[in-house]
């Protein structure tokens, strides 16, 4: 069974930082790109960023370009997140999502984490 | 950046069918994905690359692709497709993910 677990979601204040992370098994990690997908409270989905299978490419949604990083650990089956400089906007769940190989899809979702960003 | 245009609802019967378009800019020369999402739950693709279907998805759910609009289209529709739904593709010219505004759809 495919499961994608996000953690590391929680409180912080405005131009503080978080790592969120997304544990993964039930699938072939290493072969498959990787994607953070956003949804502020009572809005629509947002793309955040997506990293290739090899971490070979990377990118990101303008809106979080420079502030936030995407990386992944093969080894540990595990995508993050790492962002910086958080505003009140970025106030979100934050869901991590698997594309197959091939495919350009996002086949397989989290539940999502939330972030709030406040004083 | 590029745009995708849904409307913000569509209202349906039971047994009816929906359509749920998602307009752009020549986006019939680009693959286009769909997603349902329901209320407290994760999205999930109910059509990929223009109109395939993954497994698990009723084939009521099917979707098509040409010149400015990409449509879902949902035959026999059930209370349990009350959801909302979002179109997605990847845009070549600024290497970034689009998502629509999504739709609504509610079965009366």
């Known amino acids: 069974e495919v499961q994608l677990v996000e953690s590391g979601g929680g409180l912080v204040k405005p131009g503080g930082s978080l790592r969120l992370s997304c544990a993964t098994s039930?699938?072939?990690?290493?072969?498959?790109?990787m994607n953070w997908v956003r949804q502020a409270p009572g809005r629509g989905l947002e793309w955040v960023s997506s990293?290739?299978?090899?971490?070979?490419?990377?990118h990101y949604a303008d809106s979080v370009k420079g502030r936030f990083t995407i990386s992944r650990d093969n080894a540990e089956n595990s995508l993050y997140l790492q962002m910086n400089s958080l505003r009140a906007e970025d106030t979100a769940v934050y869901y991590c999502?698997?594309?197959?190989?091939?495919?350009?899809?996002?086949?397989?979702w989290g539940q999502g984490t939330l972030v709030t960003v406040s004083s | 950046s590029y745009v995708l245009t849904q409307p913000p609802s569509v209202s349906v019967a039971p047994g009816q069918t929906a359509r749920i378009t998602c307009g752009g800019n020549n986006i019939g020369t680009k693959s286009v994905h769909w997603y349902q999402q329901k209320p407290g739950q994760a999205p999930v693709v109910v059509v990929y690359?223009?109109?395939g279907r993954p497994s698990g998805i009723p084939e009521r759910f099917s979707g098509s692709n040409s010149g400015n609009t990409a449509t879902l289209t949902i035959s026999r529709v059930e209370a349990g497709d009350e959801a909302d739904y979002y179109c997605q593709m990847w845009d070549n010219s600024s290497d970034q993910v689009v998502f629509g505004g999504g739709t609504k759809l509610t079965v009366l």
């Open positions: 990293i290739s299978s090899r971490s070979s490419y990377r």
């Open positions: 690359d223009d109109s």
């Open positions: 999502a698997s594309t197959l190989p091939g495919g350009a899809s996002f086949d397989y």
């Open positions: 039930g699938f072939t990690f290493s072969s498959q790109s």
